[in-house]
């Protein structure tokens, strides 16, 4: 609980200068239209559903409606979880709500192809060991049971229900409006199961990482994400301090929000920071290793470099 509190304090104190850094846009103010922010958002859909849907049914989104990846590739890596049957079914639940997401930000506005995603072993494996600070041992495999497969899903949901409320306020037109909206109320769902399910192993070891709990991995984790979006806290943890608690009474942080208990919001640069697992919105890798799609990502790669080995066209999108 001290390196935690060390930890938020210390993000805490250089929350301001990563605010003002002027290499990093912390602002969700940039050129856009409604339609651009929603097709940004698809990005994160195609992750859910073919995390969801491979980890749960064993097969991926184009095996349920092939016609919404519009010619985009297959996903890297993804396979059929070892999940226990409650986890499962509702993995598999989630997964059929990504199709519908998909499906409904399609038929209004035409959607996007598919970027290729990464959702292999190794990459996971990656993440965390970024997050804990050394080298799991074995790997960590989000495949291989029912807490690995939550402790990876951790990392996605809760980045869209992010991504939606800071669209939000930017959105013109009412019929886009209520789509967010919806899809807001799904997403937020989704990552409150998935954090509950989490608490109720709050305490369980996570053998990769010899004697770290699994609320300390989603710690680690958060902590993660915010230095990557570089953009001070927007993401926390399980449990934390009393004084960051809900009305500073309670340690139990099964809702990540802020001092007022709303929901944090990010901008498209933070997502692409934290998702591509780079710090920067102009260079890919990670999770969309050739780049994410639609106008709001793509403007971003205009000079970009990709990762090391990745050979992307260049007509992507």
């Not at 989630?94 to 519908?100: D, L, N, P, T, V």
């Not at 989704?190 to 608490?199: C, E, K, S």
């Not at 901008?267 to 920067?280: F, H, K, N, S």
Request: proline letters at 5%; charged letters at 20%; glycine letters at 12%.
């Amino acid at each position: 609980m001290f390196k935690l509190c060390l930890v938020l304090v210390l993000l805490i104190a250089i929350d301001a200068s990563l605010v003002n850094s002027s290499y990093c846009s912390c602002s969700g103010n940039i050129s856009a239209s409604d339609v651009d922010r929603v097709h940004f958002a698809m990005n994160l859909e195609f992750m859910e559903a073919e995390f969801f849907l491979k980890g749960s049914t064993g097969k991926g989104l184009d095996a349920f409606n092939e016609t919404l990846a519009q010619g985009g590739p297959p996903p890297v890596g993804a396979k059929k979880a070892n999940l226990d049957p409650i986890t499962n079914r509702i993995i598999e639940e989630f997964g059929y709500q990504e199709i519908g997401h998909l499906r409904a930000i399609a038929d209004m506005t035409g959607g996007i192809p598919r970027p290729l995603l990464n959702l292999t072993r190794e990459n996971f494996a990656e993440f965390m060991d970024r997050a804990v600070g050394r080298r799991s041992n074995p790997r960590f495999d989000p495949y291989a049971n029912s807490r690995n497969y939550l402790l990876a899903s951790y990392y996605i949901p809760y980045v869209g229900l992010t991504g939606y409320v800071g669209t939000i306020p930017y959105l013109v037109y009412f019929n886009i409006k209520q789509l967010v909206a919806g899809l807001l109320g799904v997403e937020s769902g989704q990552d409150g199961v998935i954090r509950t399910m989490l608490y109720e192993r709050q305490y369980e070891m996570v053998e990769e990482y010899g004697g770290v709990t699994v609320a300390e991995l989603t710690n680690e984790i958060s902590n993660l994400r915010n230095e990557l979006g570089m953009c001070g806290i927007k993401d926390e943890g399980l449990c934390v301090p009393l004084w960051l608690g809900a009305e500073n009474r309670t340690t139990s942080n099964i809702l990540s929000a802020d001092p007022y208990s709303l929901s944090y919001d990010r901008t498209p640069q933070e997502i692409l920071r934290v998702m591509y697992g780079t710090g920067d919105e102009h260079r890919p890798g990670g999770f969309w290793p050739c780049g994410a799609n639609g106008r709001i990502a793509r403007m971003f790669l205009d000079g970009g470099s990709y990762g090391d080995g990745v050979v992307c066209s260049s007509d992507e999108n």
